[in-house]
């Protein structure tokens, strides 16, 4: 069993920064794709960025040129850099980790930090 561990959501103003992080119990080299997702009351959970551990990156549109999706193999560590906020970015948001290993596949998600964009 993988756990996964947010931190770093927070109340940011307009045009503000932010720094999520998920921390894993498994050394991240073993993590196939690790994504942030995000989630507001009503809608579905979507894509905001994943990682593969080739390095290959995907952005969903809103957030290309503001997020970055990054990644510290010695702290088993991801982390989402968040630049220029504004309120559509308020949500909370999952980290995900998804591995394939033979004859399975595995999806794990975090429980969630909240990220609310407001002056």
């Known amino acids: 069993q993988v756990q996964l561990v947010e931190s770093g959501g927070a109340l940011v103003q307009p045009g503000g920064s932010l720094r999520l992080s998920c921390a894993a119990s498994?050394?991240?080299?073993?993590?196939?794709?690790m994504g942030w997702y995000r989630q507001t009351p009503g809608k579905e959970r979507e894509l905001v960025a994943r990682?593969?551990?080739?390095?290959?990156?995907h952005y969903v549109d809103s957030v290309k040129g503001r997020f970055t999706i990054s990644g510290d193999n010695a702290k088993n560590t991801w982390y989402l850099q968040m630049n220029s906020l504004n309120p559509a970015d308020t949500a909370i948001y999952y980290c995900?980790?998804?591995?394939?290993?033979?004859?399975?596949?595995?999806?794990?998600w975090g429980q969630g930090t909240q990220v609310t964009v407001s002056s």
């Open positions: 995900s980790a998804y591995i394939v290993t033979p004859g399975r596949v595995s999806d794990y």
């Open positions: 498994v050394s991240i080299v073993s993590i196939n794709i």
């Open positions: 990682l593969a551990n080739g390095g290959s990156t």
